[in-house]
């Protein structure tokens, strides 16, 4: 009964996580934030155009409304897109990579880790480019939404994982 136990152990140990990350796009202005700038381009939209309206000349204030939409809607569209998000689970048999898109939409990608590589490239004035999984022919790039920073510390510390599942954990 002791070597059941014992295989279950190192079952549950093979299964468990090394490494695990949720990636997702920085996106500096929270909704509060949004909600304010909002409303003081309204107001400067507002102010701006009512000597246009006194001096008869009604259609600018149209126009002032259609850069306070067109700004509204490329907001939307930014946080929109900041849904999506990158999920990274490295365990001593298998890594799994997962992205999902700001529709919902979602690709999976399953490497053993012993094959996989984590490749970068790197710039001398910006740093830090692109890291790729590359494993038996297949390439992904991951951390896309990173700052060069950010994706430096993410090798790093993703890097020393994967060295230390090859390594035997």
């Excluded at 107001?43 to 309206?53: D, E």
Aim: aromatic share 12%; glycine share 8%; proline share 5%.
């Amino acid at each position: 009964m002791d070597t059941g136990k014992a295989a279950f152990e190192d079952l549950d140990r093979l299964e468990r996580p090394v490494f695990e990350a949720v990636i997702r796009p920085h996106r500096s202005l929270g909704p509060e934030g949004f909600r304010i700038v909002m409303i003081l381009l309204c107001l400067c939209s507002i102010i701006a155009s009512l000597p246009f309206v006194i001096m008869g000349f009604w259609p600018v204030a149209g126009f002032f409304g259609l850069d306070f939409l067109g700004l509204y809607l490329a907001f939307r569209i930014n946080y929109r897109q900041g849904q999506s998000f990158e999920i990274l689970v490295l365990t001593p048999i298998r890594l799994l990579l997962k992205k999902v898109s700001h529709r919902g939409e979602a690709r999976e990608w399953l490497f053993n880790p012993l094959w996989t590589r984590l490749d970068r490239r790197d710039d001398d004035e910006f740093g830090l480019q692109e890291l790729t999984l590359v494993s038996r022919g297949q390439q992904v790039v991951i951390a896309h939404d990173l700052s060069p920073t950010e994706r430096e510390s993410f090798a790093e510390a993703f890097g020393r994982a994967l060295s230390d599942v090859k390594r035997g954990y």
